[in-house]
C-alpha cells in the first residue's frame, strides 16, 4: 500500500510538471524575445505522441496507478501536434470512456465505408438495439471488437413468405371412379417476417428471426374424387348423352314393375341425369323416366353409334303424312349419298346435282328429298323425253292430252329445279299470307296441307302419285 502511494506521487507530480510546461507552452507570447525562450523549451523538453499511441499510455498510467510496475524516473509530455496543440491527461482519465468514444468513432466511419446494412432509420435501431440487449448482456469490449473488424457485418432485413395452404378431399358418387373435381382452389397466405443476419468474411452464419407478421391467411384447397364405377366404365358424366343399343322400355320409376311411360327405338339419344342401383334416369324429348343402365352406351364406349343415332332420328321423321315445308335433315354429304351411284340414274343427272338439291332446300325451306323424289318419278330417273330434250325432270306445265306440247321447257336442269322448288312453295305447300323466301308471302292458291298427298290434290291427276312419290323418298332415306 505504501509502494502504491509513493508510485502515485511520483505520478502525480510529473503530472503537474508536465502541465506547467504545457501551461507556459500555450500561453500567448510577448512581443519580446520570450518567443523564442518557448521554442526552446518544446524542443528540450516535449516528447511528440501520435493519437495510435494513445491506448498504450492509458494502459501505463492504469498500471503505475494499481501498482502493477514502477513509474520511470523521467515522463514525456504528451503533445497533440495535429491540432498545433498540447493536451494533458489528466490521471482522473478513465480508460473505459476512452474505448467508448473509439468505439463510436470507429463505427462512424465504417458506416461510411461498409457496403452492409447497418439500421439508419430510428425504427431499425431500436430494433437491432432490443435484439442485442435481450439477447446476450452488454459488453463494451465485444461490441468494439465486432464492430471495428471489418470481416463480421450484420444487417437487418424484411422479407415475404408464402402460408402453405391445406387439401380436403371429399367422396362424390356423381363423379366417375377415381376422377378428381376441384370444388375450391387452394391459394397460398403470406407473412412479413423480420431477421437479423450477422456475416463473417461475407458468409452467412447466423440468422435470428425478430419479427413475424401476418398479411394473409390461406384458403383451403377442396377436392372431390368419384366413387361412381358405372360412369367410369361409361366413360361419361351426370348430363352427357348415352344412346340404345336396342330397343328399350321407359318406365316413371327405378323399378319394372312401375308404369311403362313407352318405348325407346335402338340408337335413340338421352341425356342422362342420374344412376344408381342399376338404373339410370334420363331425358329423351323433354321425357324424364328411368331406363336399365345396362341398356345403354356412350360414344366413347361405341365409335360412331352417335352418327347412327343421327340418322335414326332421321329415318323416324320419315312418314307418309310429314311436313315438306321444311328442312329434311340431310346434310350436303347426305344429299350426295343418297343421290349418287344409283343404277338407274344413267345420264348421272341426279348424282351431277345433288348438292343443288341440298342448297335449294336451305333456301326456300322445302324438303328436297321430296323435290327430288318428284323428278325422280316424273323424269324415270332423268330418261324421259321431256326431261333431256326441255331440260324438265318434273313434267311442269304438262296436261294429259298434251304431255309433252304443254310441259314448260327450261335452259337447264339447274334452272328447271330452281324454278319448280319456288313454285311448290309459294302455292302448294304453304297457306296463303305465311312468310315464304325473301321475306315474301305464301299465295297458297293450291294449297291442301304441307304434305305429299296435299300436294297431289292440285299437282297431279293421277291420285296414287303421292303413293308412288312417297316411295322414292322412303327409297332415298333409306339409303343413309
Request: proline residues 3%.
Amino acid at each position: 500500500m505504501g509502494q502504491y502511494k509513493n508510485n502515485m506521487r511520483k505520478l502525480n507530480q510529473k503530472l503537474r510538471n508536465n502541465q506547467n510546461n504545457l501551461n507556459k507552452i500555450n500561453a500567448k507570447p510577448e512581443k519580446t524575445s520570450n518567443v523564442k525562450q518557448i521554442k526552446q523549451s518544446k524542443k528540450k523538453n516535449v516528447q511528440v505522441v501520435e493519437p495510435k499511441q494513445l491506448p498504450e499510455l492509458f494502459k501505463e498510467i492504469q498500471d503505475i496507478r494499481y501498482g502493477r510496475v514502477k513509474p520511470k524516473e523521467e515522463e514525456p509530455v504528451i503533445e497533440q501536434v495535429k491540432f498545433n496543440r498540447i493536451q494533458v491527461i489528466d490521471r482522473r482519465f478513465n480508460a473505459v470512456g476512452a474505448i467508448i468514444g473509439i468505439l463510436f468513432i470507429t463505427l462512424f466511419f465504417m458506416s461510411l465505408n461498409s457496403n452492409y446494412i447497418f439500421a439508419t432509420s430510428e425504427e431499425e435501431k431500436r430494433v437491432v438495439g432490443e435484439f442485442e440487449e435481450n439477447s446476450s448482456s452488454l459488453n463494451i469490449m465485444n461490441i468494439l471488437s465486432n464492430n471495428i473488424s471489418e470481416l463480421t457485418k450484420k444487417e437487418i432485413i424484411t422479407k415475404e413468405e408464402p402460408i402453405e395452404y391445406e387439401t380436403q378431399y371429399i367422396e362424390n358418387d356423381k363423379l366417375p371412379k377415381d376422377e378428381i373435381k376441384v370444388i375450391q382452389a387452394g391459394r397460398l397466405g403470406f407473412l412479413d417476417k423480420t431477421i437479423i443476419n450477422t456475416y463473417e468474411n461475407g458468409e452467412l452464419v447466423d440468422e435470428n428471426i425478430i419479427s413475424e407478421v401476418k398479411k394473409s391467411n390461406p384458403v383451403e384447397e377442396i377436392i372431390e374424387i368419384g366413387t361412381s364405377e358405372y360412369l367410369r366404365d361409361k366413360q361419361v358424366h351426370l348430363d352427357d348423352i348415352m344412346y340404345t343399343i336396342d330397343e328399350i322400355d321407359f318406365y316413371s320409376e327405378p323399378s319394372e314393375t312401375a308404369e311403362k311411360l313407352g318405348m325407346i327405338y335402338q340408337y335413340i339419344d338421352l341425356r342422362l341425369r342420374e344412376e344408381g342401383n342399376g338404373w339410370c334416369k334420363v331425358s329423351v324429348d323433354g321425357i324424364d323416366g328411368y331406363v336399365k343402365g345396362n341398356l345403354l352406351t356412350s360414344e366413347n364406349v361405341t365409335p360412331g353409334i352417335a352418327e347412327k343415332s343421327r340418322i335414326k332420328r332421321i329415318l323416324i321423321t320419315v312418314d307418309f303424312d310429314m311436313p315438306l315445308n321444311s328442312k329434311s335433315g340431310l346434310t350436303r354429304d347426305d344429299f350426295v349419298k343418297v343421290l349418287s351411284g344409283n343404277p338407274k340414274d344413267k345420264n348421272k343427272i341426279f348424282e351431277d346435282n345433288a348438292e343443288l338439291f341440298y342448297d335449294i332446300e336451305q333456301k326456300y325451306n322445302i324438303n328436297g328429298i321430296f323435290l327430288a323424289s318428284i323428278a325422280i318419278h316424273e323424269s324415270n330417273w332423268g330418261t324421259s323425253n321431256i326431261a333431256i330434250q326441255k331440260k324438265n325432270l318434273f313434267g311442269y306445265g304438262a296436261y294429259d292430252f298434251s304431255a309433252y306440247e304443254s310441259a314448260t321447257t327450261f335452259d337447264s336442269y339447274q334452272y328447271g329445279i330452281e324454278y319448280v322448288a319456288k313454285s311448290l312453295t309459294k302455292y302448294y305447300l304453304n297457306e296463303r299470307n305465311a312468310l315464304i323466301y325473301d321475306g315474301e308471302a305464301a299465295a297458297g292458291t293450291y294449297y291442301n296441307g304441307p304434305t305429299v298427298s296435299g300436294v297431289n290434290v292440285r299437282y297431279a291427276s293421277d291420285t296414287n302419285w303421292c303413293n308412288r312419290v312417297f316411295e322414292v323418298m322412303k327409297a332415298l332415306y333409306e339409303k343413309l
